[in-house]
């Protein structure tokens, strides 16, 4: 990994609820800097990006599983998959919500950070199709998944952004184990 891909402390925080030895989708994974972690934590994880070359180097990662694929001007390519969990960092295609949603397992955790509204003022992204507006990744889920964890803040490190981020559950099956009885503190 390199000194500039350092793993988001959101997905850091959050990632215990997955439950152990999980299956778990990095979407829109790039280089790979948190399928890389999330495999040396014995996750099983598919790596899922457009650019062939950053996956070409992650495929030899042991855990790591990539799929090449193009999120925005093909079908989702993961119909019928569930996953344990789903990370998506700095990414952001609206058209996926209800695909993405629908491959979280009962009992699975999304933990989502990217960049909202005011970040144009700051740099790239500034288009608005890129930015969430107030409270939109909540409002993506409502209904859907149980909320443990919200914000939408002004982050100064590793470089000044206006961020939205989110970590939520899918009920488990009844009878099933509840992941957020995994967590000692409620992480706000």
């Known amino acids: 990994m390199h000194a500039n891909e350092a793993v988001s402390e959101w997905v850091q925080a959050w990632a215990h609820l997955i439950p152990a030895a999980g299956s778990v989708l990095d979407l829109a994974s790039g280089r790979g800097r948190h399928a890389r972690w999330l495999a040396r934590r014995a996750y099983q994880v598919l790596a ?17 599983t990539t799929r090449c694929a193009d999120l925005e001007h ?3 390519p993961l119909a019928g998959s569930q996953f344990d969990g789903i990370v998506v960092t700095n990414y952001l295609h609206r058209p996926l919500v209800t695909d993405l949603l629908a491959s979280l397992a009962p009992g699975g955790v999304l933990i989502y950070e990217t960049f909202a509204a005011g970040n144009g003022e700051l740099g790239k992204p500034s288009n608005p199709d890129f930015l969430l507006q107030p ?9 859907r998944l149980r909320v443990l964890a919200f914000q939408d803040v002004f982050r100064s490190t590793p470089a000044p952004a206006f961020i939205q981020r989110i970590c939520a559950v899918r009920e488990p099956l009844q009878g099933a184990s509840d992941p ?3 967590y000692a503190v409620l992480h706000l």
Do not use: I, N, S
């Open 180 to 182: 957020c009885k995994r």
């Open 135 to 143: 409270g939109e990744l909540l409002e993506m889920v409502r209904g």
């Open 48 to 64: 899922l990006d457009r650019d062939a070359t950053a996956l070409a180097e992650l495929a030899l990662e042991p855990g790591v």
């Open 74 to 76: 093909a079908p989702w």
